[in-house]
């Protein structure tokens, strides 16, 4: 099997192995855990200027006192364009989920890991709980 071959055949298992484990989220809704303070009832996702945003980047008074400001900027542009909707809130989430995945892929391969290992840690972070 040649290079190319191999390296186009991880990527596909790592895609793969994404979708299998988290595709069905894109049929659930909202949850009661943490939906309501991080996006439902967000002053910050739900209302205030489309110019503050460095507020989100200042503010630790986000939701449960976290400082999430890129979460919660996502959240407000979810709101914005598509409104209260879950399947486009866990799409997003899970295609975001995806690309760290890769980055992961990258950055075991930039610190020394072998292409094969790269993809098992990036596996292996894609499905934990």
Same mark, same amino acid.
Request: glycine share 6%.
């Given at each position: ?35 309501? %303070?991080?996006?439902?009832? &967000?002053?910050?996702?739900? =209302?205030?200027?489309?110019? !503050?945003?460095? *507020?989100?980047?200042? #503010? ?27 399947? %486009?809130?866990?799409?997003? &989430?899970?295609?975001?989920? =995806?690309?760290?995945?890769? !980055?992961?892929? *990258?950055?075991?391969? #930039? ?19």
């Amino acid at each position: 099997m040649s290079v190319r071959v191999k390296n186009i055949l991880g990527w596909l298992i790592l895609v793969a192995v994404i979708g299998v484990a988290f595709f069905p989220v894109i049929r659930a809704s909202y949850l009661n855990w943490d939906d309501p %303070v991080h996006f439902l009832n &967000n002053p910050f996702v739900l =209302g205030g200027r489309l110019d !503050a945003v460095d *507020l989100f980047f200042r #503010s630790s008074d986000s939701a449960n006192r976290l400082y999430i400001p890129l979460t919660i900027l996502t959240f407000r542009w979810e709101y914005l364009l598509f409104g209260f909707s879950p399947a %486009v809130t866990h799409t997003f &989430n899970l295609l975001l989920h =995806g690309l760290v995945c890769c !980055a992961i892929v *990258l950055l075991g391969m #930039s610190i020394g890991l072998s292409r094969p290992a790269s993809f098992v840690a990036a596996i292996i972070f894609a499905v934990h709980p």
